[in-house]
């Protein structure tokens, strides 16, 4: 009888991540040696291709240290034959494969359900899909089984963050810290945080924003700000663990001076390109929450934050315009016809100064006495002649 030398599963285009409806296509490998009389490989029930994905939950509750807490949950499995019957073939038929290489092809569609929770892989849990390759041979009392798996990605899902209503609102809030004995009503400072809004991309950055009345002589303070992931694993019994990482922190001393009101921005905190989306959408085992931390002595705030994947055009309408066109009647076209010479003159006025154009300082005073005097010499002319 041969032996099974190889079993391998190649990906056309070696592509390891899809999309729900993507179809998968590729090749099941086998490569068998032949024994010294020369047979293949026999017994052979069939060859079949699984397909699975699913999530799965595994920690020690802190209230029973002594037992494992876990779940399951499949989102599909499903198989393929290849070559003789599948893995519930009612009438098995053996079949030998000669010694050599063998190649099998297949094709499997994910399910297109949009409600499938991208991979992941946690401390206690984990969201995997995978594709096995199972050869069952016959014996006389058990059917021997040769397996083969490769695992395969499913992207994230499409999160738009202008559906969220609080995805692109701006947060802040204030903190009096008072003297460190706390026995007088003596205020020390007076200290603003925020974040211009709360609804984020991977790869983005995130600033804090705020400001410091001091009222000490302590002119320096130092702020600390951190990206926060919260991961929960959910078990039966309503048993959970939670995980926390911080996946990025800036810290900065900023100067105040005494009485004074000093604003500052902390930051960039690197939003990494690979970060799930928030909840983890359609997993029901495992959350996934973000926040961003900025303390100092004295002073903590905690903010939410959303992680989305995009960010549609509805979240920055287009200003439209409440003039009317330059060709409508009535006064407005009257008054375009009338000034039009003495426009001609504001028109040839210098271009803004770079400090005027970044900061808007236009320099209104310069251009109506430039305009005034332009003006007053064109009704002298106009009474001479």
């Not at 094709?107 to 594709?131: D, T």
Request: charged fraction near 25%; include cysteine; charge should be neutral.
């Amino acid at each position: 009888m041969g032996k099974l030398k190889r079993l391998q599963i190649a990906f056309d285009g070696d592509v390891v991540e899809y999309s729900p409806g993507d179809f998968i296509r590729g090749q099941a490998i086998m490569e068998i040696d032949p024994t010294k009389d020369g047979k293949g490989f026999e017994d052979i029930n069939g060859i079949w291709m699984w397909f699975r994905g699913g999530a799965k939950t595994e920690f020690v509750p802190k209230n029973d240290s002594e037992n494992v807490a876990a779940s399951e949950e499949c989102y599909f499995s499903d198989t393929l034959a290849v070559f003789g019957t599948g893995q519930h073939g009612r009438f098995p038929v053996d079949r030998t494969l000669l010694p050599g290489r063998h190649v099998f092809p297949f094709e499997f569609q994910i399910p297109n359900n949009q409600g499938l929770p991208q991979s992941f892989e946690g401390k206690s849990g984990h969201v995997r899909y995978f594709a096995k390759l199972v050869v069952s041979r016959n014996k006389t009392f058990y059917d021997k089984l040769n397996k083969e798996e490769k695992r395969f990605r499913l992207k994230r899902p499409t999160v738009d963050l202008s559906l969220k209503r609080r995805a692109e609102v701006a947060v802040h809030r204030d903190t009096t810290v008072a003297t460190c004995c706390g026995c007088s009503d003596d205020v020390e400072s007076i200290i603003s945080l925020g974040l211009p809004r709360q609804g984020f991309l991977p790869g983005e950055t995130i600033y804090v924003i705020g400001h410091v009345d001091n009222h000490t002589a302590n002119e320096n303070i130092r702020f600390r700000a951190t990206f926060m992931q919260k991961i929960t694993y959910k078990a039966r019994r309503y048993q959970i663990s939670t995980q926390k990482v911080t996946l990025s922190e800036q810290a900065s001393q900023i100067g105040c001076p005494k009485g004074r009101i000093t604003e500052f921005t902390l930051g960039p905190l690197l939003i990494p390109p690979d970060v799930p989306v928030s909840d983890l959408p359609g997993c029901n085992l495992i959350d996934i929450d973000y926040s961003v931390k900025c303390y100092t002595t004295g002073c903590k705030e905690v903010f939410p934050v959303m992680i989305g994947t995009v960010r549609s055009a509805a979240a920055h309408p287009p200003v439209i315009s409440t003039a009317p066109p330059l060709n409508a009647m009535g006064d407005y076209g009257r008054w375009q016809t009338q000034t039009a010479r003495e426009n001609e003159y504001v028109n040839d006025c210098p271009p803004p100064s770079y400090e005027e154009t970044v900061f808007h300082t236009l320099a209104i005073p310069r251009l109506i006495s430039t305009n005034v005097q332009r003006i007053r010499l064109i009704l002298i002319s106009q009474s001479i002649i």
